[in-house]
């Protein structure tokens, strides 16, 4: 039995398990992910290790899992969201045994564990919270864990069949042999699969749109130097790993022709938050008028937060600041400040792309609010 992989496909999940079928990742996702469930585990490739080395951390349990989103053994917002479903499968798996009431006592600790450990991804909440209704609701003919199982599942498919869709939504816009700018990692390391900004990126390159990618090496933990130059040189798409500080000289010699980022949560009005270094890029933009895409779905969109002032900021540990690897680079006894992110306001941002269309800065407020309205699916 084949499964179609689109939005809202539960219920095509649960005959595949019916009729015997396990939902091991390597059975149903053809494509690289950095998320891979086994049945009864998930294994995650150790984002802190790349680019020296490719290993795997082995999550048997949800405190586990909940580690490795905090040590940022998985980053990016929708691969946080994705991990954290599974973590709450585990933690399903780990105490069917118990009465129904005591499994969602375990659940509901294990859920409010899982979200203290990144604030400012919305995914994260927005997975939490999908997976919650699963034991809030009426459960027929299949057990709590392999309930939530076919959830996260099913999750894990539409989030790449989702960047799917804005990698063409984003292709479309470029013309050819374009020179495109990123910053962090949005690629498949960052999603279950295929990727957000990189995505686009990834489906221009397949579309002959591409000649170079600059990589912006995004201190100070090396994302876009460590991971995206590492997905690109792996699928053998050119890419050049800049300074932070470099952007704007390339783009003074009209060598950028837009600049693609993601996001880990997108406010009302359109500001949005992400990894830090975002917003001195899209000043650069626009003080060179180079088109700035930010690329996410609609699971970033939170229309509880108004502005991006009222995102909350993740303070990362000192020493990401005050090493770099196991070199101390900043004197013993100088203080540091290190946020994971910071705000890009809705005005320096040309339009934002998700898996339902490309909404221009001049529509932000009622083309998000539209993404969640009742006929949405239908635009």
């Not at 039995?1 to 595949?16: C, D, P, R, W």
């Not at 290993?55 to 998985?74: G, P």
């Not at 591409?210 to 130097?225: I, K, S």
């Not at 180079?290 to 991006?308: C, E, M, N, Q, R």
Request: hydrophobic share 45%.
């Amino acid at each position: 039995m084949s499964i179609e992989v689109k939005e809202g496909f539960v219920h095509t999940l649960q005959a595949y398990v019916k009729a015997g079928n396990s939902l091991k990742s390597s059975d149903l996702i053809k494509c690289f992910t950095p998320i891979l469930w086994e049945g009864s585990s998930l294994r995650l490739i150790d984002q802190r290790k790349l680019p020296v080395e490719e290993v795997e951390l082995v999550c048997s349990d949800w405190q586990i899992t909940a580690k490795a989103i905090k040590d940022m053994v998985v980053r990016g917002a929708p691969a946080i969201g994705i991990t954290a479903a599974y973590g709450l499968v585990l933690a399903a798996q780990g105490c069917q045994d118990l009465e129904n009431s005591e499994q969602i006592k375990v659940l509901m600790e294990a859920a409010e564990g899982l979200a203290q450990t990144r604030p400012t991804a919305v995914n994260l909440f927005w997975a939490i919270d999908r997976m919650s209704q699963v034991w809030k609701g009426e459960i027929e003919h299949i057990n709590l864990s392999q309930a939530l199982e076919i959830e996260a599942v099913a999750i894990h498919l539409e989030d790449i069949e989702t960047c799917r869709a804005m990698g063409a939504h984003g292709a479309a816009l470029l013309g050819d042999q374009v020179n495109l700018l990123t910053h962090c990692n949005t690629g498949a390391l960052a999603t279950g699969g295929h990727g957000t900004a990189l995505g686009v990126i990834r489906s221009a390159h397949e579309q002959g749109k591409l000649n170079m990618v600059y990589a912006d090496e995004t201190r100070p933990f090396w994302q876009g130097a460590r991971l995206t130059a590492w997905e690109l040189h792996k699928d053998s798409i050119p890419v050049k790993v800049i300074c932070d500080s470099m952007s704007a000289h390339f783009m003074s010699l009209g060598a950028v022709d837009a600049v693609f980022v993601g996001a880990d949560r997108i406010a009302a009005n359109g500001d949005t938050a992400n990894k830090i270094g975002t917003y001195l890029l899209a000043i650069a933009a626009a003080a060179h008028q180079v088109p700035f895409y930010v690329v996410a779905p609609k699971s970033t969109i939170d229309l509880a937060t108004v502005t991006g002032r009222s995102i909350p900021i993740e303070q990362r540990p000192n020493r990401e600041v005050t090493h770099c690897g196991e070199q101390r680079v900043v004197p013993v006894g100088v203080e540091v400040e290190n946020p994971a992110f910071d705000v890009t306001p809705a005005r320096l941002i040309t339009a934002i792309i998700t898996e339902n269309g490309v909404i221009p800065q001049d529509h932000f407020t009622s083309g998000l609010a539209a993404l969640f309205s009742d006929h949405s699916d239908s635009n």
